[in-house]
């Protein structure tokens, strides 16, 4: 009886894992490559002091960037995970070229705008501006616990969804989901 009891536990268990795996009860909000990309709990707004530095050491919010949807990724050269997903945040710049979308890799390097032209040169990444975030203070503000940590802005510069860790950046379904976001603007 007691044999009986436990399969008939564990047949229940598998049939309510079966009913919320599927599809139906998945977050569609984000493709599955982004399947670890959170949906903020508040309303999303950028913080106003969020901003970062470009090469030319000029100072530009990223309140000011709206208008276009923008992929803000926190990143350094000392970075490992980071540096593996470089490539393809510069393929998908590639990708979205002409369309009102942004890759901002953040760097967190001390070494400044330097040492990221550096990195940028002997790994042939040739779509990402140069930008950075001197002192992390972005970073803090928006929360960023660790790197990478991604954030996507739509057009009207509401944060869509935050994500620590890599991801698939230049996969087809990523680049319709960035379509997506870039047709709600019209």
Known sequence: MKALLHYVKLGVIVAIS???ATPAFADTQFPQELSKMVAPSDDG??????????????????????????LVNLWATWCVPCVKEMPELDQLAAEMAGKPFRVLALSQDRGGAAAVTEFFEKNGIEHLDVVLDPRGSTARQMGARGLPTS????????????????ARWDAPAVITYFDGLIAEMS
Not at 46 to 69: H, M, R, T, W
Not at 156 to 164: A, F
């Open 18 to 20: 079966g009913i919320y």
């Open 45 to 70: 707004s950028l913080p106003e002091g969020a901003v970062f530095v470009d090469e030319n050491d000029a100072q530009i919010s990223l309140n000011n960037l709206k208008g276009q949807v923008i």
């Open 151 to 166: 954030f996507i802005i739509d057009g009207n510069g509401v944060i869509r969804g935050k994500l620590e860790g890599i």
